[in-house]
């Protein structure tokens, strides 16, 4: 019997991989690679595709990919066949459903972060499903985005500038802020993620309606290569001990100029309502 059904959403480079890997470690959890499923489903969401734009059979490569690890190629014969919403995204939840219980296990967890964007189309048609929101400093996620979008300009879509990167940010932010009243959603700053590890778990473990199981706080660097894709060389330092990297890539990565517009343009961002 499928329990929970759980999406980790922010800003990318939030400190998604890492809480992703912790809560994978839990022995009721599975969780997977990003999908990026209901992107390829809808497209840019405000465009509101009715078809799903990539992937064979409907079933976009990110989830191909991880099916045909886990053997499950006939999957891809047996669903996603339809191209519209409804069916689409029921045969989305039915597939982690199933994986989750032939792991063994009652609750599956999905981390795409831009899946931020279609929280409405998750919720109207997966209603159980909860929302782990993960909040960083946006100076950090900036110059990490902007690094990474340099450094890995072919997946990442190309190199970003400086102001796209900082957008993304606030835009992100004020999303996730609009979203503290309603049930189903839980907010965590990667701040205290990393300071406090063991409390901020305990949280979520209440969240997802699971107790809260010591070893997670040891097995989830295992569990993080189980849940990086092969060409996310950018995710690997999720592999080693929990310690936070802020200040690091903003001060040795970006220029003065460019430090000092970001700090201006942040300053009157307060996300202490995260808390």
């Known amino acids: 019997m499928i329990d929970g059904r759980c999406f980790i ?5 939030s400190g998604t991989t890492l809480l ?41 490569l990110e989830l191909q990919e ?11 014969e047996e669903r996603f066949k339809s191209r519209r919403y409804k069916k689409a995204i029921s045969d989305f939840s039915y597939v982690l459903d ?4 032939e ?9 795409t972060p831009m899946h931020l ?26 110059a990490s985005v902007k690094m990474n979008t340099e450094k890995y300009a072919l997946h990442w879509g190309g190199e970003r500038s400086l102001q796209s990167c900082l957008d993304r940010w606030l835009y992100d932010i004020e999303l996730s802020e609009s979203y503290l009243e309603e049930k189903d959603h839980i907010f965590i700053k990667y701040e205290d993620l990393v300071a406090r590890p063991n409390i901020i778990i305990k949280k979520i473990c209440s969240f997802m309606n699971l ?9 989830y660097a295992t569990e993080a290569k189980t849940v990086i894709a092969a060409n996310e060389p950018w995710k690997t330092k999720n592999t080693g001990q929990i310690t936070s990297s802020n200040n690091q890539l903003f001060t040795s990565y970006l220029k003065s100029a460019e430090q000092e517009y970001i700090l201006e ?11």
């Open 98 to 101: 199933q994986l989750t219980l």
């Open 211 to 219: 107790s809260f199981e010591e070893d997670m706080l040891h097995k």
């Open 9 to 13: 959403v922010g800003s990318p480079r």
């Open 20 to 60: 992703q890997s912790l809560l994978a470690s839990h022995s009721q959890v599975t969780s997977f690679p990003e999908t990026h499923f209901f992107y390829h489903l809808i497209g840019t969401y405000y465009k509101r595709k009715e078809i799903i734009g990539v992937g064979t059979a409907g079933c976009p």
């Open 103 to 111: 792991d063994g296990k009652s609750i599956w967890l999905e981390k």
């Open 117 to 142: 964007y279609y929280i409405p189309v998750i919720k109207k048609y997966i209603p159980t499903a909860k929302f782990i929101h993960i909040i960083r400093d946006g100076k950090d996620v900036v």
């Open 265 to 275: 343009r942040i300053k009157e961002i307060d996300v202490s309502f995260f808390r």
């Open 66 to 76: 991880y099916l045909e690890t886990r053997g499950k190629q006939r999957i891809l």
